[in-house]
């Protein structure tokens, strides 16, 4: 069975300071990978995307990066926080490469800057 | 404007009553997607439902693509039902995997 894991679960961090937030995937090879995030009262929106190792697209500029340095892991990114970065970030995994295919979530992380 | 609107935006319910939630899209859907968010913001998918009718123990969605909706109903609600249920939609223009989600629907059922 696949499982996704991130970390970490919250953070509470300074403005100006960096970030990463990681995930992996485990029992799925080659999958799809994204990040989501969503600011308080407001809807999920897709930040990343990458389809393969070390090929990242950004969907929305926030002044945040990713990378996929390996096949089952996905790293969010920025060396300097925004108070506008609060908010809760869902990693999620797919397979196929249709927009019709299944997304799965992580447990996501609450990021608090301040 | 927003493509994906979900309604209501909250609802009270006592337990043991039914609850009808609906999901109105207005691009092409390719895919769609009902969650329930947890009050820690995590989510629990519930369907996978792009077209016709699933069930879930208590759960039921319909999606009807021709008039771009979808319904979440639950049956017999119990007071662990409550909670935040978003729908998202997978739609046949755009990147891959990009889910449009709707802003929810918060329902709290009372004992």
């Known amino acids: 069975a696949q499982t996704i894991h991130q970390w970490p679960v919250a953070e509470i961090k300074a403005v100006g300071s960096p970030l990463s937030l990681g995930c992996t995937i485990k029992g799925k090879s080659s999958p799809n990978l994204y990040w989501y995030w969503q600011a308080t009262g407001g809807t999920l929106q897709q930040l990343f995307y990458s389809i393969t190792v070390g090929q990242v697209e950004s969907v929305v500029q926030l002044n945040l990066s990713a990378s996929r340095p390996k096949d089952d892991q996905f790293i969010l990114s920025t060396e300097k926080l925004l108070l506008s970065h609060s908010g809760f970030y869902l990693c999620a995994w797919s397979q196929g490469t249709f927009s019709n295919e299944r997304l799965f979530f992580g447990h996501g992380t609450k990021l608090s800057v301040l | 404007g927003q493509q994906v609107q979900q309604s209501p935006a909250s609802l009270v319910l006592q337990e043991g009553e039914n609850a009808e939630l609906q999901c109105n899209f207005s691009?092409?859907?390719?895919?769609m997607q009902w969650f329930y968010q947890r009050p820690g913001g995590s989510l629990v998918s519930l369907f996978y439902n792009p077209s016709g009718t699933k069930h879930s123990g208590r759960l039921t969605s319909t999606t009807v693509i021709k008039e771009r909706r979808s319904s979440l109903h639950i049956s017999s609600s119990q007071t662990t039902d409550s909670g935040t249920y978003l729908c998202?939609?997978?739609?046949?223009?755009?990147?891959?995997?990009?889910?449009?989600f709707g802003l929810g629907t918060t329902l709290q059922v009372q004992p």
């Open positions: 998202a939609l997978g739609s046949v223009t755009g990147n891959t995997g990009k889910l449009i």
């Open positions: 691009t092409s859907l390719n895919s």
